[in-house]
């Protein structure tokens, strides 16, 4: 089995991005597939795709979004 995360461009900064999964309900989404299954970011639908691995994962705080850009 194979999960698609479809990638959307909501806007320029996270704020812009309107409504987003919390990592609670990420993980509870995630628990009714296969542990063994793979992950891959589906991006402009299909024409291109990622891989993730746990070093992309970054913990940032909100306050640290630059808006002035």
Do not use: H, W
């Not at 900064?13 to 990592?23: E, I, N, S």
């Not at 993980?27 to 402009?44: P, S």
């Not at 992309?56 to 909100?62: F, G, P």
């Amino acid at each position: 089995m194979t999960v698609f995360l479809t990638g959307k461009r909501n806007g320029y900064t996270p704020k812009q991005c309107g409504r987003t999964l919390t990592v609670r309900e990420l993980i509870d989404v995630l628990e009714g597939f296969d542990d063994d299954a793979k992950v891959y970011l589906n991006n402009d639908n299909g024409y291109s795709y990622g891989s993730i691995v746990e070093s992309d994962l970054t913990d940032e705080s909100e306050e640290d979004d630059d808006d002035s850009n």
